[in-house]
Structure formats: C-alpha cells, structure tokens
C-alpha cells in the first residue's frame, strides 16, 4: 500500500524527476547466481515494474562486488555486479535496491 508524503525537502542543487511527486522503491534481498570464474561479472535482469522515464537505482551487494546498473527502461534495467578483485569469483548471494524518481 502506498504511504502519501505531504511535505518533501530537496537538498540544495537537487531535484525531483517528477514536480508533482516522488517515487520511491525497495527491493530487498533480490537474489543473484553465483560468478562462473575469477573476475566473471554476474547479472541480474528486474523487469515487471512501472517506471517513470527518468529515474536513478541504487544497488548495494551482499558481497565484495562492485555493482553498475544499464539497460534502464520504464519497465526494469540490468544489474552487473563485479568482483572487486579480479582474483574473486562472485558467489551466490544477494542485492538490496532502492530506486528513486
């Protein structure tokens, strides 16, 4: 169930995606395979949501990885996470997701 919001505060030299409204969505504890070798990069596809054009996704991993997000559409975007170390292969785990418009 959406919560409405009545009163938002833009930081200094922000601003909302939407004048009317902010957008705001968490996807936790999203699970992500494990990597097939050393340095191998892992992705994750989100798909089936109702996006707005612009918007900005913030990822954080379970695990020493570095996460990047592409592909992003009004309805989902692709998720590549990376071992930190090239010597690391990436195991199963997961990733927590905020998205905000």
Do not use: C
């Amino acid at each position: 169930m959406a919560i409405e919001l009545h009163t938002i505060e833009l930081a200094p030299g922000t601003v909302l995606q939407n004048s009317d409204r902010a957008i705001i969505g968490v996807i936790a504890d999203l699970a992500t395979s494990a990597g097939g070798g050393a340095g191998q990069a892992v992705t994750k596809t989100v798909s089936g949501l109702s996006l707005p054009a612009a918007y900005t996704v913030q990822v954080t991993p379970s695990q020493d990885a570095v996460a990047y997000v592409a592909s992003k559409t009004s309805s989902g975007f692709v998720i590549h996470l990376y071992p930190r170390l090239a010597a690391n292969t990436l195991s199963t785990g997961t990733v927590d997701v905020i998205i905000v418009a």
